[in-house]
């Protein structure tokens, strides 16, 4: 029982370091460094945190963008979550203005 604990307890501190260095890159990499949808990878795991309190974001891939309308597009992420020993994937779609940059739309599709 001790050794599964300390296993989870690692596993839990492990992803939460991952998702902490994601966080890390999109926030402090410099602006030329960035790619392009960072400002919406930060917010789609600081909204999927929002969401989902209790899981942990172990993995992260920019799906891609599409346009939506001819005044709006939309950013798709993929999270790999985890919460104990439940492991799923996560589609955040992300709908925004593309003049402004206002958010228009925060979807979420649980997948496989």
């Known amino acids: ?8 307890l690692t596993r839990s501190f492990l ?10 890159f999109f926030q402090y990499a410099p602006a030329n460094a960035q ?8 917010l ?3 909204e999927t945190m929002q969401k989902y309190p ?3 974001i172990v993995d992260y891939l920019h799906v891609g963008r ?14 790999l979550l985890q919460q104990g ?3 799923w ?11 402004t940059e206002r958010v228009v739309n925060i979807t979420y599709e649980e997948t496989v």
Do not use: D
């Open 66 to 79: 599409i346009a939506k309308t001819p005044t709006t597009s939309e950013e798709t992420f993929k999270l």
């Open 44 to 46: 789609a795991m600081q």
């Open 15 to 24: 992803a939460t370091l991952a998702a902490s260095l994601l966080l890390f």
């Open 89 to 99: 994937a996560l589609l955040v779609h992300i709908e925004f203005e593309n003049q």
């Open 35 to 42: 790619p392009p949808y960072a400002k919406w990878g930060r």
């Open 85 to 87: 020993n439940r492991r």
């Open 1 to 8: 029982m001790h050794s599964s604990m300390n296993m989870f």
């Open 54 to 56: 209790h899981a942990q």
